[in-house]
């Protein structure tokens, strides 16, 4: 009875460690975004690393780079290689995201590293692969002769089947989560977190003022280019001058007489009208009506009927009353 209590008890804790091992691994299993993240930093740095080098050689003859380029992205490539996977077993890409390979096929659930054949093997089919696929791609297009076709059909026929293949190996990886690259599933190297990451409490009722906030920014921005703000600013100017009695009865009478334009209350330069009883300067009413084709006179509200110049006699009668 004692033995039997005995290999229950221990059939019980290893059932507890294998679901403690596997909650382990679900809660720190890494997002599928954060995968793609690393890939994308990845090629931004070879791009970024690339358009250096370019520049290096920028006053030189053009052109100078370009029978070379295949290789020299190679080198470049190898290079980061070298100082990143080779030596921390991570990325550039997945440095930053707290990311590193690990062996998935170890028989332990520890983590291990990936060996040195795994990286080898990484490298070349990341890197030479990638070269290969470019001269290649030169080569046949500077050598039109018959023995070239059918190796040129060939080579096209492999790399459709290994598009074909990554097509297959990334829809399962957004099924699954595991291996984003079709190079990553034939290795067996698997992302991982460097370190175990904290259970991330979220704030509902942050993250909802935030996303009402941001909304309404953005009916804002959609808005405002809409509202005719110059006739709304003319429109409430009409209405809040009589009630406050801004102008009093000497600045109506030099409004109506033409001595003051409607719009800024200066003396009007080039005055003009546009079929009411005030004056306007040019350049007022003339941006003011480019503004807005709905234009109406401030102080009446006549609409705008066509902006004509005052007359030579009228500018004289006024200036001699003054």
Same mark, same amino acid.
């Given at each position: 009875?004692?033995?039997?209590r ?5 059939? !019980?804790?290893?059932?507890g ?5 596997? !909650? ?19 090629? %931004? ?18 052109g100078?780079?370009?029978?070379f380029?295949?290789?020299l992205?190679?080198?470049?490539c ?8 080779? /030596?921390?077993?991570a990325?550039?890409?997945?440095s ?11 028989? !332990? ?13 990484f ?23 018959? /023995? ?14 290994? +598009?074909?293949g ?5 829809l399962? #990886?957004?099924?699954?989560?595991? #291996?984003?690259?079709?190079t ?10 460097c ?6 409490e ?12 941001h909304g ?14 110059q006739?709304? +600013? ?21 409004? %109506? ?15 003009? %009208? ?11 009413? +003339? ?17 705008v ?18």
């Amino acid at each position: 009875m004692e033995r039997g209590r005995f290999a229950d008890s221990q059939e !019980t804790c290893r059932e507890g460690m294998a679901s403690r091992e596997e !909650t382990q691994e679900s809660t720190h299993r890494v997002l599928r975004i954060s995968q793609l993240d690393a890939l994308e930093l990845n090629k %931004a740095l070879e791009q970024l690393v690339w358009s250096q080098f370019t520049q290096c050689f920028h006053g030189f003859k053009p052109g100078l780079l370009a029978s070379f380029e295949p290789e020299l992205k190679a080198f470049l490539c190898l290079f980061l290689w070298r100082f990143t996977l080779y /030596s921390k077993n991570a990325t550039v890409g997945q440095s930053v995201l707290n990311i590193q390979y690990k062996n998935d096929f170890s028989p !332990t659930m520890r983590y291990q590293p990936p060996s040195q054949s795994q990286k080898l093997w990484f490298a070349i089919c990341m890197i030479g692969g990638r070269w290969l696929e470019e001269r290649c791609y030169d080569l046949f297009r500077n050598r039109h002769l018959a /023995s070239f076709g059918k190796v040129k059909q060939c080579v096209n026929i492999a790399v459709g089947l290994w +598009k074909l293949g990554e097509l297959l190996n990334f829809l399962v #990886f957004l099924q699954r989560g595991k #291996f984003a690259t079709l190079t990553e599933r034939l290795l067996g190297l698997r992302s991982v977190f460097c370190r175990p990451q904290p259970a991330r409490e979220v704030g509902f009722e942050y993250l909802n003022r935030e996303l009402l906030w941001h909304g309404f920014a953005e009916f804002l921005i959609f808005l405002l280019p809409l509202v005719n703000v110059q006739k709304l +600013k003319a429109r409430l100017s009409s209405w809040c001058i009589p009630l406050t009695g801004a102008p009093d009865g000497g600045d109506s009478a030099a409004a %109506a007489s033409g001595r003051q334009c409607a719009l800024c209350g200066e003396w009007p330069t080039m005055p003009h %009208a546009i079929g009411c009883q005030h004056v306007f300067c040019y350049y007022c009413v +003339k941006s003011s009506f480019l503004f807005d084709m709905y234009f109406t006179c401030p102080k009446c509200g006549t609409e705008v009927q066509g902006v004509q110049p005052l007359k030579s006699g009228c500018e004289m009668s006024e200036a001699n009353a003054l």
